[in-house]
């Protein structure tokens, strides 16, 4: 049975507090979620390559992602980022995943979220859970900004 609230399965436990802001499939196009896909498999230039060729295939994304009224609410308790906003990394450990997250209005440009082959999210600096924190540092600790897109 499908989760809605974790699509891909990335979760081992959908009740995890560090697992609830995973995108819910009817906020993902098809389209977006093969070129995450693409881009994330491939990286660099296949990956964009990639992506293209599948924008060629399946065409524009008529109508984007739907987000609630009013966009997502910002988090009360945000504290900024320990990471310095960084593209999605090409490589990764063994048995380790990212999942890229939609602009908010504290990560305008997205962010990306390292999970260990257990499914906990990691610090991507250490590449380990951080450990002993408040649910609002551990955030802070795992959250990635994308940096603003580059102009060609």
């Given at each position: 049975?499908?989760?809605?609230?974790?699509?891909?399965?990335?979760?081992?436990?959908?009740?995890?507090?560090?697992?609830?802001?995973?995108?819910?499939?009817?906020?993902?196009?098809?389209?977006?979620?093969?070129?995450?896909?693409?881009?994330?498999?491939?990286g660099?230039?296949?990956?964009?390559?990639?992506?293209?060729?599948?924008?060629?295939?399946?065409?524009?994304?008529?109508?984007?992602?739907?987000?609630?009224?009013?966009?997502?609410?910002?988090?009360?308790?945000?504290?900024?980022?320990?990471?310095?906003?960084?593209?999605?990394?090409t490589t990764?450990?063994?048995?380790?995943?990212?999942?890229?997250?939609?602009?908010?209005?504290?990560?305008?440009?997205?962010?990306?979220?390292?999970?260990?082959?257990?499914?906990?999210?990691?610090?991507?600096?250490?590449?380990?859970?951080?450990?002993?924190?408040?649910?609002?540092?551990?955030?802070?600790?795992?959250h990635?900004?994308?940096?603003?897109?580059?102009?060609?």
């Amino acid at each position: 049975m499908c989760n809605s609230s974790d699509p891909f399965g990335l979760c081992p436990d959908p009740k995890d507090p560090h697992c609830t802001d995973l995108p819910l499939v009817d906020e993902l196009s098809d389209r977006k979620i093969l070129q995450y896909s693409a881009s994330i498999a491939s990286g660099g230039t296949l990956g964009k390559i990639m992506a293209n060729v599948i924008s060629f295939f399946i065409g524009e994304d008529p109508s984007p992602a739907p987000v609630s009224a009013g966009g997502p609410k910002p988090s009360p308790n945000f504290e900024t980022p320990t990471n310095p906003a960084q593209p999605v990394p090409t490589t990764l450990p063994e048995g380790h995943t990212v999942r890229v997250g939609e602009p908010t209005q504290q990560y305008p440009n997205g962010y990306w979220r390292q999970y260990n082959a257990q499914g906990q999210p990691v610090n991507p600096a250490t590449g380990k859970p951080p450990s002993n924190v408040t649910t609002p540092q551990f955030q802070s600790q795992t959250h990635v900004p994308l940096p603003p897109p580059s102009n060609p």
